[in-house]
């Protein structure tokens, strides 16, 4: 079962705690010898759920949005994206050099291509830009692919 993951970054300490635990609980769900996570492992939730993959026991597959996409996260994040990739079993790239929005909404859209289910960790609002999380969704609904959204409640971004 190959799940991707979406959401959105820059999250306070008190809601990461609480998406973490969602994501925790979401990936205890699925049989560790048959899951894959498809993440682009930026900071955040993509990050989150590919290390709750790993500890479980399952496989990471990571989709680059641009050759330059890591020099485009916080730099605080390198090495963790660094140790993500050396235990990615695949890697896809888009093929585009600049990380920009566009290149992030077609990684999004690799990554749905490739997964069975989509996790979101959406506040259900309209994307800040585009190839945000709530895009990545509406393209997963167009395509027919599953989503499931994991938000904590009466919590705002």
């Known amino acids: 079962m190959r799940v991707g993951i979406t959401g959105h970054r820059g999250l306070n300490e008190e809601v ?17 010898a048959e899951l894959v996570a498809v993440s682009c492992v930026a900071d955040g939730p993509d990050a989150w759920f590919a290390e709750a993959v790993l500890q479980h026991g399952g496989r990471l597959e990571v989709v680059v ?16 994206y660094d140790r993500l990739m050396s235990r990615a079993a695949e890697v896809y790239e888009t093929g585009m050099t600049e990380s920009t929005s566009e290149a992030h909404q077609a990684g999004s859209e690799i990554l749905v291509g490739l997964a069975d289910e989509l996790l979101a960790v959406w506040d259900g609002k309209p994307a800040r830009g585009f190839g945000g999380t709530a895009d990545v969704v509406a393209y997963a609904k167009r395509t027919g692919v599953p989503f499931r959204v994991l938000w904590p409640e009466g919590v705002s971004r």
């Open 16 to 32: 990461e705690a609480q998406v973490r635990a969602l994501l925790d609980e979401a990936v205890s769900r699925y049989e560790a």
């Open 65 to 80: 949005p641009a050759t330059e996409y890591r020099a485009g996260l916080p730099e605080w994040h390198h090495e963790a």
